[in-house]
Protein backbone atom coordinates (compact mmCIF):
# COMPACT_ATOMS: atom_id res chain seq x y z
CA UNK A 1 0.00 0.00 0.00
CA UNK A 2 1.14 3.72 -0.79
CA UNK A 3 1.32 6.61 1.60
CA UNK A 4 1.50 9.94 1.68
CA UNK A 5 3.07 12.41 4.86
CA UNK A 6 3.38 16.37 4.93
CA UNK A 7 5.40 17.77 7.28
CA UNK A 8 4.12 20.56 9.28
CA UNK A 9 0.26 20.74 9.02
CA UNK A 10 0.79 25.03 8.86
CA UNK A 11 3.14 26.99 7.16
CA UNK A 12 3.74 30.84 7.18
CA UNK A 13 5.89 32.92 4.78
CA UNK A 14 6.28 35.82 4.47
CA UNK A 15 5.46 37.82 0.74
CA UNK A 16 8.16 37.58 -1.24
CA UNK A 17 9.89 34.33 0.57
CA UNK A 18 10.64 31.11 -0.30
CA UNK A 19 8.08 28.86 -0.20
CA UNK A 20 9.04 24.86 0.55
CA UNK A 21 6.31 22.40 1.34
CA UNK A 22 7.26 18.97 2.71
CA UNK A 23 6.07 15.71 0.63
CA UNK A 24 7.39 12.45 1.62
CA UNK A 25 5.86 9.20 0.44
CA UNK A 26 5.72 4.91 0.49
CA UNK A 27 5.30 2.99 -2.17
CA UNK A 28 6.36 -0.48 -3.24
CA UNK A 29 6.49 0.54 -6.85
CA UNK A 30 7.18 3.29 -9.12
CA UNK A 31 4.86 6.27 -7.73
CA UNK A 32 2.92 8.99 -9.54
CA UNK A 33 2.83 11.39 -7.44
CA UNK A 34 0.86 14.88 -7.48
CA UNK A 35 0.24 18.51 -5.47
CA UNK A 36 -3.31 19.91 -5.68
CA UNK A 37 -4.13 22.94 -4.08
CA UNK A 38 -7.86 23.76 -2.62
CA UNK A 39 -8.75 27.55 -1.99
CA UNK A 40 -11.34 27.71 0.98
CA UNK A 41 -14.58 26.37 0.10
CA UNK A 42 -13.36 24.86 -3.41
CA UNK A 43 -12.78 21.44 -4.73
CA UNK A 44 -9.30 20.66 -5.51
CA UNK A 45 -6.87 22.27 -8.38
CA UNK A 46 -4.21 20.26 -9.59
CA UNK A 47 -0.61 21.80 -9.47
CA UNK A 48 1.76 19.48 -10.90
CA UNK A 49 2.17 16.02 -11.75
CA UNK A 50 5.33 13.62 -11.63
CA UNK A 51 4.90 10.27 -13.76
CA UNK A 52 8.39 9.24 -14.29
CA UNK A 53 9.81 11.42 -16.77
CA UNK A 54 11.77 14.41 -15.75
CA UNK A 55 12.69 14.36 -11.84
CA UNK A 56 11.98 18.40 -11.89
CA UNK A 57 8.27 19.26 -12.65
CA UNK A 58 7.19 22.67 -13.04
CA UNK A 59 3.40 23.38 -12.55
CA UNK A 60 0.89 26.32 -12.52
CA UNK A 61 1.31 29.36 -10.55
CA UNK A 62 5.30 29.35 -10.67
CA UNK A 63 5.64 26.17 -8.65
CA UNK A 64 7.69 23.16 -9.02
CA UNK A 65 8.27 20.02 -7.29
CA UNK A 66 11.61 17.51 -7.44
CA UNK A 67 11.16 13.64 -7.20
CA UNK A 68 14.27 12.48 -5.20
CA UNK A 69 13.41 8.49 -5.04
CA UNK A 70 16.45 8.14 -2.73
CA UNK A 71 14.82 10.43 0.01
CA UNK A 72 11.15 9.14 -1.29
CA UNK A 73 10.21 12.89 -1.33
CA UNK A 74 8.22 15.28 -3.57
CA UNK A 75 8.82 18.87 -2.08
CA UNK A 76 6.90 21.37 -3.62
CA UNK A 77 8.72 25.01 -3.78
CA UNK A 78 8.22 28.16 -5.16
CA UNK A 79 10.71 30.83 -5.22
CA UNK A 80 8.59 34.20 -3.94
CA UNK A 81 5.24 33.81 -2.33
CA UNK A 82 2.62 36.13 -3.54
CA UNK A 83 -0.51 36.90 -0.90
CA UNK A 84 -2.78 34.63 -3.47
CA UNK A 85 -0.87 31.59 -2.80
CA UNK A 86 -2.71 31.08 0.69
CA UNK A 87 -4.71 27.94 0.56
CA UNK A 88 -4.03 24.67 1.37
CA UNK A 89 -1.99 22.51 -0.05
CA UNK A 90 -2.80 18.40 -0.62
CA UNK A 91 0.11 15.89 -1.94
CA UNK A 92 -0.98 12.88 -3.52
CA UNK A 93 0.17 9.17 -4.89
CA UNK A 94 -1.29 6.98 -6.99
CA UNK A 95 0.41 3.56 -8.41
CA UNK A 96 -1.50 3.36 -11.19
CA UNK A 97 -3.73 1.15 -13.83
CA UNK A 98 -0.63 -1.67 -13.98
CA UNK A 99 -0.12 -2.53 -10.48
CA UNK A 100 -3.76 -2.33 -9.40
CA UNK A 101 -4.16 0.85 -8.15
CA UNK A 102 -6.38 2.02 -11.22
CA UNK A 103 -7.19 5.93 -10.70
CA UNK A 104 -6.64 5.95 -6.72
CA UNK A 105 -5.29 8.69 -5.21
CA UNK A 106 -4.20 8.89 -1.62
CA UNK A 107 -4.05 12.20 0.17
CA UNK A 108 -1.56 13.91 2.77
CA UNK A 109 -3.21 15.32 5.67
CA UNK A 110 -2.63 18.84 4.13
CA UNK A 111 -0.46 21.75 4.71
CA UNK A 112 -2.03 25.15 5.26
CA UNK A 113 0.37 27.85 3.56
CA UNK A 114 -0.31 31.58 5.15
CA UNK A 115 1.31 34.40 3.47
CA UNK A 116 1.90 37.29 6.09
CA UNK A 117 2.62 40.89 4.59
CA UNK B 1 -15.59 23.74 -21.79
CA UNK B 2 -17.65 22.57 -18.91
CA UNK B 3 -14.91 20.81 -16.17
CA UNK B 4 -16.54 18.25 -13.55
CA UNK B 5 -19.46 18.97 -11.75
CA UNK B 6 -21.28 18.47 -9.23
CA UNK B 7 -24.82 18.65 -7.85
CA UNK B 8 -26.51 19.42 -4.84
CA UNK B 9 -23.21 21.36 -3.76
CA UNK B 10 -24.76 21.89 -0.18
CA UNK B 11 -27.37 19.38 1.46
CA UNK B 12 -28.55 19.15 5.12
CA UNK B 13 -29.82 15.14 5.91
CA UNK B 14 -31.10 13.32 9.39
CA UNK B 15 -29.58 10.84 10.97
CA UNK B 16 -30.84 7.93 8.97
CA UNK B 17 -32.01 9.08 5.93
CA UNK B 18 -30.54 7.88 2.45
CA UNK B 19 -28.70 10.70 0.14
CA UNK B 20 -27.97 10.97 -3.76
CA UNK B 21 -24.98 13.08 -5.23
CA UNK B 22 -24.44 13.55 -8.68
CA UNK B 23 -21.67 14.28 -10.71
CA UNK B 24 -21.05 14.64 -14.48
CA UNK B 25 -17.47 14.37 -15.54
CA UNK B 26 -15.68 16.27 -18.53
CA UNK B 27 -17.05 15.79 -21.82
CA UNK B 28 -14.66 12.48 -23.03
CA UNK B 29 -13.54 11.80 -19.97
CA UNK B 30 -14.92 7.87 -18.99
CA UNK B 31 -12.97 7.63 -15.41
CA UNK B 32 -15.16 9.13 -12.12
CA UNK B 33 -13.59 8.32 -8.98
CA UNK B 34 -15.59 9.76 -5.46
CA UNK B 35 -13.62 10.99 -2.65
CA UNK B 36 -14.63 12.50 1.03
CA UNK B 37 -13.13 14.81 2.58
CA UNK B 38 -13.90 15.36 6.17
CA UNK B 39 -13.01 18.92 7.99
CA UNK B 40 -9.63 18.88 8.24
CA UNK B 41 -8.51 16.10 6.39
CA UNK B 42 -7.52 15.30 3.33
CA UNK B 43 -9.33 13.36 0.69
CA UNK B 44 -10.54 9.83 1.15
CA UNK B 45 -11.04 7.41 -1.88
CA UNK B 46 -14.22 6.07 -2.09
CA UNK B 47 -15.29 4.74 -5.49
CA UNK B 48 -13.52 4.75 -8.85
CA UNK B 49 -15.87 3.51 -11.79
CA UNK B 50 -14.30 3.58 -15.48
CA UNK B 51 -16.52 2.43 -18.55
CA UNK B 52 -19.40 1.93 -16.19
CA UNK B 53 -17.35 -1.00 -14.25
CA UNK B 54 -15.83 -0.33 -10.80
CA UNK B 55 -12.29 -0.50 -10.69
CA UNK B 56 -11.71 0.31 -7.25
CA UNK B 57 -12.92 0.35 -3.54
CA UNK B 58 -11.78 2.02 -0.67
CA UNK B 59 -12.46 1.30 3.16
CA UNK B 60 -15.89 2.90 3.38
CA UNK B 61 -19.12 0.29 4.53
CA UNK B 62 -21.76 -1.21 2.37
CA UNK B 63 -23.81 2.00 3.04
CA UNK B 64 -21.89 3.70 0.69
CA UNK B 65 -22.62 2.97 -3.08
CA UNK B 66 -21.76 4.25 -6.93
CA UNK B 67 -22.78 3.68 -10.31
CA UNK B 68 -21.80 5.07 -13.51
CA UNK B 69 -23.89 5.37 -16.52
CA UNK B 70 -23.93 4.93 -20.07
CA UNK B 71 -23.50 8.56 -20.72
CA UNK B 72 -20.34 8.37 -17.84
CA UNK B 73 -21.99 10.75 -15.33
CA UNK B 74 -22.10 9.10 -11.68
CA UNK B 75 -24.00 8.87 -8.32
CA UNK B 76 -23.12 8.49 -5.12
CA UNK B 77 -25.91 6.81 -2.53
CA UNK B 78 -25.45 6.65 1.05
CA UNK B 79 -27.96 4.78 2.99
CA UNK B 80 -28.75 5.22 7.06
CA UNK B 81 -26.72 8.60 7.61
CA UNK B 82 -24.95 8.85 10.34
CA UNK B 83 -23.28 12.50 12.16
CA UNK B 84 -20.01 11.12 10.70
CA UNK B 85 -20.65 11.09 7.33
CA UNK B 86 -20.72 15.00 7.04
CA UNK B 87 -18.40 15.77 4.94
CA UNK B 88 -17.44 17.42 1.43
CA UNK B 89 -17.95 14.49 -1.23
CA UNK B 90 -15.62 15.48 -4.27
CA UNK B 91 -15.85 13.82 -7.81
CA UNK B 92 -12.86 13.25 -10.18
CA UNK B 93 -12.99 12.76 -14.04
CA UNK B 94 -10.08 12.08 -16.18
CA UNK B 95 -9.75 10.17 -19.58
CA UNK B 96 -8.26 6.92 -19.02
CA UNK B 97 -8.08 4.47 -15.76
CA UNK B 98 -4.92 5.48 -13.97
CA UNK B 99 -2.58 8.45 -13.34
CA UNK B 100 -0.23 8.11 -16.07
CA UNK B 101 1.35 10.49 -17.66
CA UNK B 102 -1.61 11.25 -20.45
CA UNK B 103 -4.11 10.85 -18.16
CA UNK B 104 -4.89 14.68 -15.74
CA UNK B 105 -7.25 13.85 -12.86
CA UNK B 106 -9.75 16.93 -12.41
CA UNK B 107 -11.42 17.60 -9.53
CA UNK B 108 -15.38 18.89 -9.01
CA UNK B 109 -16.18 21.83 -6.32
CA UNK B 110 -17.82 18.74 -4.36
CA UNK B 111 -20.86 18.71 -2.69
CA UNK B 112 -21.16 19.40 1.22
CA UNK B 113 -22.92 17.40 3.26
CA UNK B 114 -24.49 18.00 6.80
CA UNK B 115 -26.00 15.49 8.96
CA UNK B 116 -28.04 16.50 11.67
Known amino acids: AQSVTQLGSHVSVSEGALVLLRCNYSSSVPPYLFWYVQYPNQGLQLLLK??????LVKGINGFEAEFKKSETSFHLTKPSAHMSDAAEYFCAVSVGELTGGGNKLTFGTGTQLKVEL | DAGVTQSPTHLIKTRGQHVTLRCSPISGHKSVSWYQQVLGQGPQFIFQ???????GRGNFPDRFSARQFPNYSSELNVNALLLGDSALYLC???????????????FGEGSWLTVV
Open chain 2, 92 to 106: ASSLGPDGSSGNTIY
Open chain 2, 49 to 55: YYEKEER
Open chain 1, 50 to 55: YTSAAT
